[in-house]
C-alpha cells in the first residue's frame, strides 16, 4: 500500500460488500485463510462460517499461527481492510461469550516506520473494528520506541523486552481494558504493553489476537 493511503474501500461506504467482493475478484484476490475463490469481501463464506474464537485464560485467539498464517499476513502484508471485518467480528463474539468486563479497547503499537510504510497499524485497525462491534471507546494509549522487530529475534531472545519500549501517551480514565495485537507468541510483548497499562492505572486487562501458541507454557 503506498505511503499515507488508508482504507482504498473508504469511498463505496462501509455497506458495500457487494462492491468491494467485485473489486477483489476483478484483482484476483483469494480468500487468505484456504486461498479459495473469495464469495464474500476479505474471507470466504466457508472460512468465516469456521472461525470461532477460543479462550485461554485472558486470552481469546482464533487459532494457531499455522492455521491462521494466511489471515494474519493478509492483514499485515496486503492492505488489510478487506480481511479485518470477519476477523474482527468473531474475536469480538468472543469476548461477549467471555463476559469480561471491558470498558475500552487499545491496541499493542508498531514501531512509526514500519506504520509509515504500511499506512496502518494492523493490531490498530483489528481493535477499532473490534471497539465499534462491542461498542466501546478506542483508545491509542501506547506508544512505542524503536527496537528490533519480534520476528526478526529469537525465540529465546524475545522474552526479553527492553525496559523503557513502551509507554502510556496519556492518562487512563478506564480500569477494564481489552488489549488487541495480532500475534501471541511468546507474550512478551502483549505482557510488556500490560505492564505500561497497569503502571498507569489500569485494573484489568484481557487480551485478543487473531493467533497464539499451541502450547500453554507462554
Same mark, same amino acid.
Given at each position: ?9 473508504r469511498?463505496?461506504?462501509? #455497506? ?32 468465516? @462460517? ?20 494466511? @489471515?494474519?499476513r ?13 476477523? @474482527? ?12 468486563? +471491558?470498558?475500552?479497547?487499545?491496541? +499493542? ?45 529469537r525465540?529465546?531472545?524475545?522474552? #526479553?523486552?527492553?525496559? &523503557? ?23 512478551a ?9 497497569? @503502571?498507569?492505572?489500569?485494573?484489568? +486487562?484481557? &487480551?485478543? +489476537? ?9
Amino acid at each position: 500500500m503506498p505511503l499515507g493511503v488508508g482504507d482504498p474501500y473508504r469511498h463505496l461506504g462501509h #455497506n458495500c460488500g457487494a462492491k468491494r467482493m467485485l473489486i477483489e475478484r476483478l484483482l484476483g484476490a483469494r480468500c487468505p485463510l484456504c486461498g479459495g475463490e473469495l464469495d464474500a469481501p476479505g474471507v470466504c463464506l466457508s472460512c468465516r @462460517a469456521r472461525l470461532r474464537s477460543r479462550r485461554r485464560h485472558n486470552l481469546i485467539f482464533l487459532g494457531s499461527y499455522r492455521e491462521m498464517r494466511g @489471515a494474519v499476513r493478509a492483514l499485515k502484508f496486503k492492505g488489510g481492510y478487506r480481511t479485518a471485518d470477519p476477523l @474482527a467480528q468473531s474475536l469480538a463474539e468472543g469476548v461477549r461469550e467471555a463476559g469480561w468486563p +471491558v470498558e475500552a479497547v487499545t491496541a +499493542v503499537p508498531t514501531v512509526w516506520w514500519r506504520r509509515l510504510g504500511r499506512g496502518y497499524n494492523p493490531a490498530e485497525l483489528l481493535g477499532k473494528r473490534i471497539a465499534k462491534l462491542l461498542r466501546l471507546p478506542y483508545e491509542c494509549l501506547v506508544g512505542r520506541r524503536y527496537s528490533q522487530s519480534q520476528t526478526r529475534r529469537r525465540r529465546e531472545d524475545r522474552v #526479553n523486552i527492553r525496559p &523503557g519500549t513502551f509507554y502510556l501517551l496519556g492518562d487512563i480514565e478506564y480500569g477494564s481494558w481489552l488489549l488487541v495485537d495480532d500475534v501471541l507468541t511468546t507474550g512478551a510483548t502483549f505482557k510488556a504493553v500490560e505492564r505500561v497499562l497497569r @503502571a498507569g492505572g489500569a485494573t484489568a +486487562v484481557f &487480551g485478543a +489476537v487473531l493467533a497464539a501458541p499451541e502450547y500453554k507454557g507462554w
